[in-house]
């Protein structure tokens, strides 16, 4: 007898996902990620690791561009599930709530 798996949704991020970070570095750092959009280009399965996901960020400003890494020819930075704070496969759901927060809403 054939049938369909179903596929658990998982309550993490995922590959490709765009995320909203909340980081805890210098505040240039911190203004910038929690402004912009960045996506989950890699997920390091070292659970020893604090850091697992690596999220590539776009139109990085001069200023804070030697606090990321390059990686898969992305600007990148090491986040943790405890940095990102919301994450959706649309990068639009992730814009809509950068705004609502901006606003309070």
């Known amino acids: 007898m054939k049938y369909i798996k179903t596929f658990e949704n998982l309550n993490e991020p995922q590959f490709g996902d765009y995320v909203f970070c909340e980081e805890i570095a210098l505040y240039q750092i911190c203004d910038f990620t929690s402004k912009n959009v960045g996506r989950i280009v890699d997920i ?50 992730v814009e809509l709530y950068i705004a609502e927060k901006k606003y309070n809403l």
């Open 44 to 93: 390091e399965d070292n659970k020893n690791n604090i850091f697992c996901y690596i999220v590539a960020y776009y139109d990085v400003p001069d200023n804070i561009k030697l606090y990321f890494d390059i990686r898969y020819e992305y600007l990148c930075r090491d986040m943790s599930i405890k940095e990102i704070k919301f994450w959706s496969k649309n990068k639009e759901d």
